[in-house]
């Protein structure tokens, strides 16, 4: 029924493809006195009806354009615009021909005022320069209510999904500023999601940098974007904000608010939240964002999840709280200051059992195990970013962080182990409580100094971390191992733990121009100082003196570890307008030490190794660039890998380390094209990632025939890992209100891995190949429907006859829908439909999770009543089989279920003009 329902709204959605005809308009823009091509002008097409943009290009060298587009309109606006040149604006009628070439259109230069009579010119909806993509946003039609994401979804080439992740012309979106200045950290939805269209003025698209990059004129990250926030001068002033409750069965609740304070430069906002619904980070909530993550299903390098849950609190049920402020402002004409405050707060708790089949050469075990954790967390963190300009080629930027944490768990588990006959072999019972108490600053400062007008810098940056942890730990167990030599091992213990840290980084940076602002060598040095101090102080129970003062001399530690390294690098750099490429060559001397206060284990390795790379970019136009770069380096092992120390904490399974590790020599190549076409909404989006390593650190482990583990380190050669991928993407604008996307879509995934299964060497081989198609109906200001569909196939194939090869295959049906009529009244619905045929009986080969949520506006549309129901059909299973080369497992976890809510959120607004506010303290209109 499922499927023919999803065919029935494909078809559907494909039927209007009929209602909107498609057009050619081309020509060439000359200057009205030289005669000159003028290019990177902004050519446009909107309705008559209502302006809403239909179409945009640039001008080329040549000064041509050629637009492209569909609407159902017999004329249209064409409008011309550039910087010092009076605007065109002319009305275009397709009655006879739809594919037109205009004469050649001269520009005349803008006069700003001719006497009392001012010349305005009209705002472009799009205006490209040389690194900027800039979005006029009075040009672009939402509803009446909507916040930034909301807007973001009706700007050409963006597109924002369900979580609030954006990517801009197929590149993700990994800092959102407002004004200029960070907004909340790191978290962008709380931008998009909780300011409101009415006081942004444009948004602007540039390459993500740090403000060093920026100020020195370097390239920064071009496969990743910025979103810059611009808020109109004329209502950058006053408070506006949203407050937020729900109530629900099972006594579910969620709560957030965020005022929002804004005068010009100054900028100060509050926000508190807190929900029991499993929802990480802050959100109002409304409609699917309500929803957190709903189930976890995903099959990985052959390994088949199916039914559980991972939240961002941690698993199980979390109760979670968040409370922060934000503030930002102008110190004089050359100084910027922001900074934030947050705390968390979670409760969370689980109940797991779980069934392994264990899988060795020579045979099989079993073990089972119950387990409850019950555990409470505790944050505060302060950001503070401060940079100066000196003068226009002197920049000092520094960004403080501390944060302060308390943390505690209780641990319970009860675990048996069988042999193949199913006889016990051992079995061990586990009581541990953990109290965490941690101290943490950081600190990046960089001083920037500009010379000559050609691209040259130096650059002096030191980064420093230091971090004081104490803890408290309590262990009570009981662990029993049968067979020829029976062995009882009780431990009741305390664990005195502190760890140190102290990391600082210095390197230097000089750029120095060889060519005409086009070559560059750059010269780096780079010095790094870790060390970590770890105690762990072991006391066994003392019956005489009912207390905890028997040193366990071989159960603690009581490490000093350093990481010591020199890195001299030598870069070479060509970049144009298209084209730029960059060589680089480094010599690492690293030094890692280890000193044991309590043993004589002490032990210094040097790892000196040549590392070399390049990378190159080419934009064809502003619609295709390709994207490519190779790596060598090397990884060494981490201390503890190295370690001779025998780590005996845990009964069952012996550690240690081996000092004769050999770095990890990896290579990388990547590739990666794009290409969107905003007159014709096409998308190509490819990547290409290869890495293959030699000497790389894996675990090595042997199994007793009591099923006791013994594990150290090794060096394997053979590893490689392959992922590709291609999506195309097309928009079709049926007409003014109607439009439909599809996407299409796979990925492939190959890897080889060496492992060691009881001693024996073996190498396995995974391949995952994943087609997708997903479509989008949009009617707007009445639905949108979005069914999706995706089939995931995994082959897992090994060279050791005791490992069976292993097939997966998942297929995964989705329609999304939201229903915007009548007027104020939004609907939405989430519906999921798995299919597994290869998972073994006792567990559901199909599943149906089922999210629906109302809300209706009120109040002036200041105020919305929603009501939800996750998983309405009582279907979000707590358990899951997850299938590896040597090992089958069941879990059955505690998960959130079914529940109903009903929520209340309510806005307000007394924003004004740059310098005044509204009548009243909260003004509801």
């Known amino acids: 029924m499922f499927n023919r329902f999803f065919l029935s709204v494909v078809f559907t959605a494909i039927s209007f493809f009929s209602y909107s005809q498609e057009f050619s308009i081309s020509g060439r823009l000359i200057d009205f006195n030289s005669k000159a091509p003028v290019e990177a002008a902004t050519v446009f097409v909107e309705t008559l009806k209502d302006s809403s943009l239909i179409t945009y290009t640039i001008t080329d060298k040549g000064g041509n354009f050629n637009l492209k587009g569909q609407t159902q309109s017999p004329s249209v606006n064409l409008l011309i615009s550039f910087v010092g040149y009076q605007p065109v604006e002319r009305k275009i009628s397709f009655s006879e021909n739809r594919d037109m070439v205009l004469p050649e259109i001269t520009l005349e230069e803008q006069i700003e005022s001719l006497g009392d009579v001012v010349v305005q010119a009209r705002r472009p909806p799009i205006t490209i320069k040389k690194d900027t993509l800039e979005f006029n946003v009075d040009s672009f039609k939402t509803k009446k209510d909507a916040n ?382 870790s060390k970590k101090d770890d105690r762990q102080l072991v006391y066994d129970f003392n019956e005489e003196s009912d207390s905890y003062s028997l040193f366990n001399l071989e159960q603690s530690t009581d490490f000093t570890n350093r990481d010591r390294s020199s890195r001299p690098e030598l870069g070479l750099i060509y970049d144009v307008d298209k084209f730029r490429i960059r060589f680089t060559t480094a010599y690492v001397f690293r030094t890692l030490e280890s000193e044991d206060a309590l043993r004589d284990i002490n032990f210094e390795n040097d790892f000196n190794a040549f590392e070399f790379g390049g990378n190159l970019r080419y934009k064809f136009s502003q619609k295709t660039s390709l994207y490519g770069g190779y790596n060598y380096y090397n990884s060494v092992p981490d201390i503890r890998e190295l370690s001779p120390y025998v780590d005996v904490s845990n009964p069952l399974h012996t550690i240690q380390g081996n000092p004769d590790l050999k770095p990890a020599k990896t290579h990388r190549l990547y590739l990666n094209f794009n290409n969107y076409d905003f007159q014709s909404r096409t998308g190509i989006y490819s990547y290409v990632n290869l890495n293959f390593a030699d000497d790389r650190v894996v675990q090595k482990s042997f199994i007793d025939p009591s099923f006791v583990r013994t594990t150290t380190y090794e060096n394997v050669n053979g590893y490689y890992q392959l992922y590709a991928n291609i999506n195309y993407s097309k928009k079709i604008e049926l007409d003014s209100i109607r439009s439909l996307n599809y996407e299409i879509g796979t990925s492939v995934n190959a890897n080889r891995n060496i492992n060691f299964n009881n001693n024996i060497k073996y190498a396995s081989k995974t391949f995952t190949y994943s087609p997708n198609l997903g479509l989008r109906f949009i009617w707007k200001d009445l639905f949108e429907i979005r069914p999706s569909y995706e089939l995931n196939i995994t082959k897992n194939t090994f060279d050791l006859d005791a490992f069976e090869d292993q097939n997966f295959l998942r297929h995964e049906l989705r329609l999304r829908t939201t229903t915007s009529y009548p007027e104020k009244l939004e609907w939405s619905n989430d519906i999921r439909y798995v299919h597994n045929p290869n998972v073994q009986s006792g567990f559901e080969q199909n599943s149906v999770f089922w999210n629906s949520s109302l809300a209706y506006s009120i109040l002036k549309d200041k105020g919305t009543l929603s009501f939800k129901v996750y998983d309405l059909l009582n279907q979000n299973t707590n358990t899951r089989r997850t299938a590896s080369e040597d090992y089958i497992e069941d879990v059955e976890s505690t998960v959130l279920q079914q529940y109903f809510m009903l929520s209340f959120s309510y806005k307000f607004n007394t924003l004004g003009k740059k310098g005044e506010t509204r009548n009243s303290s909260f003004w509801f209109d």
């Open 148 to 529: 930034v994401e909301d807007l973001l979804k009706e700007l050409p080439g963006v597109e924002v999904d369900e979580q609030g992740n954006i990517t801009v012309n197929g590149k993700s979106v990994n800092k959102i500023l407002v004004n200029g200045k960070p907004f909340f950290g790191n978290d962008p939805t709380i931008a998009t999601r909780n300011l409101t269209k009415e006081i942004v003025e444009k948004i602007q698209v540039t390459d993500t940098k740090s403000d060093s990059e920026a100020f020195n004129g370097e390239a920064g990250d071009d496969q990743n974007k910025t979103i810059n926030i611009t808020i109109d001068e004329e209502k950058n002033k006053g408070i506006f904000g949203r407050v937020a409750a729900g109530g629900g069965t099972d006594e579910r609740f969620e709560y957030a608010g965020l005022i929002n304070y804004f005068d010009n430069d100054l900028r100060i906002s509050v926000l508190a939240g807190g929900n029991n619904i499993n929802s990480p980070g802050f959100s109002f909530g409304e409609i699917q964002k309500m929803f957190g993550s709903a189930r976890y299903i995903s099959i990985n390098n052959g390994t088949l999840n199916f039914g559980g849950k991972v939240f961002g609190g941690g698993q199980g049920i979390t109760n979670s709280r968040t409370a922060g402020a934000n503030y930002a402002d102008n110190l004089g004409k050359k100084t910027e200051l922001s900074s934030d405050y947050f705390y968390s707060a979670s409760n969370s708790y689980e109940d797991r059992i779980r069934s392994r089949e264990n899988i060795l050469p020579d045979g099989r075990y079993f073990s089972n195990s119950t387990s409850n954790t019950v555990s409470s967390s505790d944050n505060h963190a302060v950001n503070l970013n401060f940079k100066t300009k000196i003068d226009t080629t002197f920049l000092i930027e520094a960004r403080p962080k501390f944060n302060y944490s308390k943390s505690d768990s209780k641990y319970s588990n009860l675990e048996e182990t069988l042999n193949e006959d199913r006889v016990l072999t051992n079995s061990s019972n586990n009581d541990n409580s953990n109290f965490r108490e941690g101290r943490d600053f950081s600190n990046d400062l960089s001083v920037n100094k500009k010379y000559g007008s050609n691209g040259g810098f130096v650059r002096l940056s030191m980064e420093n971390k230091i971090n004081d942890t104490d803890s408290d730990s309590y262990l009570n167990s009981e662990t029993l191992i049968f067979g020829e030599d029976p062995e009882q091992i009780l431990r009741n213990q305390y664990t005195d733990g502190n760890q140190k840290t102290n990391d600082l980084e210095l390197s230097t940076n000089w750029r120095v121009p060889l060519y005409s602002n086009k070559m560059f060598m750059e010269a780096e040095y780079r010095f790094s100082n």
